[in-house]
T-cell receptor, first 112, second 117 residues
Framework: SQTIHQWPATLVQPVGSPLSLECTVE??????LYWYRQAAGRGLQLLFY??????ISSEVPQNLSASRPQDRQFILSSKKLLLSDSGFYLC???????????FGQGTRLTVV | AQSVAQPEDQVNVAEGNPLTVKCTYS??????LFWYVQYPNRGLQFLLK??????LVKGSYGFEAEFNKSQTSFHLKKPSALVSDSALYFC???????????????FGSGTKLNVKP
């Protein structure tokens, strides 16, 4: 069966520090991968999505970047964090067609 | 543009009573709609989806949703609420502009369901 791993679960980082959040998927190949951010426990904002290795699309301009160095690995990064980067970050995957998305457990990022 | 709206920030219901969480959609073409649930500090869990066929879709944990094309709605329902159903519920739509092989999902703002004993 397919599983998705996302880590760390919580992270407290100072302003100006770098960021690296990692997400890996097991049990499937060539998944579509997504990074979402959830602010204040409510709506989800799609940040990045990827249809394949090194194929990244950004939904909104921001201080973050994403990379997909391997088929089932998706990384969210920043060179210098801002206070406004705080939030709950969710990684997800899906296949093509009309399948649903499957989410990781999320990373609570607090920038101080 | 593809979008969904959840008009209620919060829904309160007593345990044992029926519950409804509302969702309306705006899409070009056929809608492909989903419901998810989120417990505190956790990822989203898939409940059910409408792709085609019967307007009443049954999903996990006793939830169901009714697709209404004329009202452009996809309301989530449960005949008898449990305290453990208290959570944040999201409606989502698949963006068909992305093509068949790639799913791009847009989510509503979420509705907090409170089920009181």
């Amino acid at each position: 069966s397919q599983t998705i791993h996302q880590w760390p679960a919580t992270l407290v980082q100072p302003v100006g520090s770098p960021l690296s959040l990692e997400c890996t998927v097991e049990g499937t190949s060539n998944p579509n991968l997504y990074w979402y951010r959830q602010a204040a426990g409510r709506g989800l904002q799609l940040l990045f999505y990827s249809i394949g290795i090194d194929q990244i699309s950004s939904e909104v301009p921001q201080n973050l970047s994403a990379s997909r160095p391997q088929d089932r690995q998706f990384i969210l990064s920043s060179k210098k964090l801002l206070l406004s980067d705080s939030g709950f970050y969710l990684c997800a995957w899906s296949t093509g067609g009309f399948t649903e998305a499957f989410f990781g457990q999320g990373t609570r990022l607090t920038v101080v | 543009a593809q979008s969904v709206a959840q008009p209620e920030d919060q829904v309160n219901v007593a345990e044992g009573n029926p519950l409804t969480v509302k969702c309306t959609y705006s899409v070009s073409g056929n809608p492909y709609l989903f419901w998810y649930v989120q417990y505190p500090n956790r990822g989203l869990q898939f409940l059910l989806k409408y792709i085609t066929g019967d307007n009443l879709v049954k999903g996990s944990y006793g939830f169901e949703a009714e697709f209404n094309k004329s009202q452009t709605s996809f309301h989530l329902k449960k005949p008898s609420a449990l305290v453990s159903d208290s959570a944040l519920y999201f409606c989502a739509v698949r963006d068909m502009r992305a093509g068949y092989n790639f799913n791009k999902f847009y989510f509503g703002s979420g509705t907090k369901l409170n089920v009181k004993p």
